[in-house]
């Protein structure tokens, strides 16, 4: 089945500076790719996704990009601010047409101020 | 984005008692519904699939006599956790579908 694997598991950046996430995932028939966002004591919420036949897909500060031949996909943060705080959490759906995904491990993002 | 709510958002119950989660789609009508559990610092792990009106399919590893999932309406579906354990204590996020996946609040759920 699929797997989902993504780094680092935590990461501090500066104000202003910016994030990278990585997620690879198993399954060549995984064609979604969505990143959510989740806050202490609150559910996910989803941030950005991306789907097999695109690249790179931008909103604002965030962008995800896909390589699907390396089956990788990053997610990517500019200008972080102290809200952005929070687990990030990629996920791949593995079925095309179901919403079964398979969720990475999860990112501890820190913004110091 | 959807509106969704899970209710209680914090329980608390000792040992051996049965526990019920709501979900509702507030706006909008969610054919199917996941449940979700995460235990703290960890990823979300799906526990079961439901359809509107249908028996849920559960995940390797779930007792479906422990986790009884209902989800008799469009707008609703409960979780009852049965004789709830300390092992139990955990967050549960309904994940209510139907064009779009959403994901409610979460329930924490602490097992004395």
């Known amino acids: 089945g699929e797997n989902v694997e993504q780094h680092p598991s935590t990461l501090s950046v500066q104000e202003g500076d910016s994030a990278v996430i990585k997620c690879t995932y198993s399954?060549?028939?995984?064609?979604?790719f969505p990143w959510y966002k989740q806050e202490l004591g609150k559910g996910p919420q989803l941030i950005i996704d991306?789907?097999?036949?695109?690249g790179e897909k931008k909103d604002q500060r965030i962008a995800v990009t896909l390589n699907k031949t390396a089956k990788h996909f990053s997610l990517h943060i500019t200008e972080t601010q102290p809200e952005d705080s929070a687990v990030y959490f990629c996920?791949?759906?593995?079925?095309?047409?179901?919403?079964?995904?398979?969720f990475g491990t999860g990112t501890r993002l820190k913004v110091l101020a | 984005g959807a509106v969704v709510s899970q209710h209680p958002s914090r329980v608390i119950c000792k040992s051996g008692t049965s526990v019920k989660i709501e979900c509702r789609s507030l706006?909008?009508?969610?054919?199917?519904m996941f449940w979700y559990r995460q235990f703290p610092k960890q990823s979300l792990m799906l526990m079961a699939t439901?359809?509107?009106?249908?028996?849920?399919?559960?995940e390797q590893g779930v007792e479906k006599d422990k986790f009884l999932i209902n989800h008799a309406s469009l707008t609703l579906s409960t979780l009852t956790v049965t004789s709830a354990h300390p092992e139990d204590s955990s967050f549960y996020i309904c994940?209510?579908?139907?064009?779009?996946?959403?994901f409610g609040p979460g329930t924490r759920l602490t097992v004395l």
């Open positions: 996920a791949a759906s593995p079925t095309s047409g179901t919403y079964k995904y398979i």
């Open positions: 399954d060549s028939a995984s064609n979604y």
């Open positions: 991306i789907r097999s036949n695109v």
């Open positions: 706006d909008f009508q969610a054919t199917t």
């Open positions: 439901s359809n509107e009106g249908s028996k849920a399919t559960y």
């Open positions: 994940s209510p579908t139907g064009d779009t996946q959403y």
